[in-house]
């Protein structure tokens, strides 16, 4: 199966900005949907955001107008850029994917950690 390997977790202050990638290690990966999901301590995994291999974008309302999805197909690599960072949004955030529209997320990486201070 293929790999997912993010980056770009961190400590970033509140209002402050920060952006996520996630990049495939297959060229010729392309599921029907990519997107991020994140786990606060203490707490259940919770959907964030994806896009699907159209392109259409779908958020979670806790992030909508803060958060954006993209993607960059050449280098098959997917991005969350998150803006206006509340303390709330701390949690360990996972990439993952979707193989077919009917099939569960079942494409993981491997977590990043993004702290919000308050």
């Known amino acids: 199966q293929v790999q997912l390997v993010e980056s770009g977790g961190g400590l970033v202050q509140s209002g402050g900005s920060l952006t996520l990638s996630c990049a495939a290690s297959r060229r010729t990966f392309s599921p029907y949907a990519r997107g991020w999901f994140r786990q606060a301590p203490g707490k259940e995994r919770e959907f964030v955001a994806q896009?699907?291999?159209?392109?259409?974008?779908n958020y979670a309302d806790s992030v909508k107008s803060r958060f954006t999805i993209s993607k960059d197909n050449a280098k098959n690599t997917v991005f969350l850029q998150m803006n206006s960072l509340k303390p709330e949004d701390t949690a360990v955030y996972y990439c993952?994917?979707?193989?077919?529209?009917?099939?569960?997320?079942?494409?993981w990486g491997q977590g990043t950690q993004v702290s919000v201070s308050s």
């Open positions: 993952a994917g979707r193989g077919i529209v009917t099939s569960p997320w079942d494409y």
């Open positions: 896009i699907t291999r159209a392109g259409s974008t």
